[in-house]
């Protein structure tokens, strides 16, 4: 008499995880062309596990990281539900949920370049970027200097607004009495509003309300 097979069981792993590590993962296994549990089963097959357990582990979700899911079944079947972020695996028992988060990190961390996987076995770091430090002393320093200069010449608000032509001429830089052409003014007003617009690093809210307000003076006066 032949005895049977064992049955090939397979364990039903509930990862939690935060929302961004869940749809990088799930990004991953759709760019390979697999499931979310074969990443995990690479890393695992081909990396020891001393080796996964010092990967860093990314962690869980944090407060307020949640995802909205549908209810399939009992009373409230079909209802939105508020619940942590979690990844499923179906793999063979004998894990735990953050091993194999610890995996999907390494898997995603290959794919991203960050390590290599070597023919023993193990995960070998990318060295980090040699950085040049006198170079970015210098970038520093010239940083310092161009911001010194944009507060320089930055104009200060006019109190009372633009008034008049000569106002509006001061806020764009020209001379009063001056009649700079249409070309002139909107390059002129594009370089001002590119410093002095909030969203910039050098944004001031007053110098952009009143360049805005400078160049609509302008435009009628030259209507």
């Not at 307020?64 to 409230?76: N, P, Q, T, W, Y």
Request: hydrophobic share 40%.
């Amino acid at each position: 008499m032949t005895a049977k097979a064992a049955p090939n069981r397979k364990h039903s792993y509930t990862i939690p995880c935060s929302s961004d590590f869940r749809d990088a993962v799930m990004a991953l296994a759709d760019k390979r062309r697999v499931n979310v549990a074969d990443l995990a089963r690479s890393v695992v097959l081909v990396v020891s596990a001393e080796e996964i357990s010092d990967f860093p582990d990314p962690g869980g979700p944090l407060a307020g990281d949640r995802e909205i899911v549908v209810l399939k079944s009992g009373a409230a079947k079909g209802k939105p539900w508020q619940r942590k972020p979690r990844l499923q695996v179906r793999m063979a028992p004998g894990y735990d949920a953050v091993t194999l988060r610890r995996a999907l990190g390494v898997a995603l961390s290959i794919d991203k370049g960050a390590v290599d996987i070597s023919l023993n076995g193990g995960i070998e770091q990318q060295a980090a970027p040699v950085v040049d430090e006198s170079l970015m002393h210098e970038a520093r320093e010239e940083l310092t200097r161009l911001r010194s200069i944009i507060s320089a010449l930055s104009f200060e608000p006019l109190p009372q607004g633009i008034k008049n032509r000569n106002d509006a001429l001061h806020i764009l830089g020209f001379p009063p009495g001056s009649l700079p052409d249409g070309k002139s003014m909107k390059s002129r007003f594009r370089t001002l509003a590119s410093i002095h617009h909030p969203d910039s690093g050098h944004g001031d809210h007053d110098r952009m309300s009143q360049l805005n307000e400078a160049m609509d003076h302008l435009k009628r006066g030259a209507a």
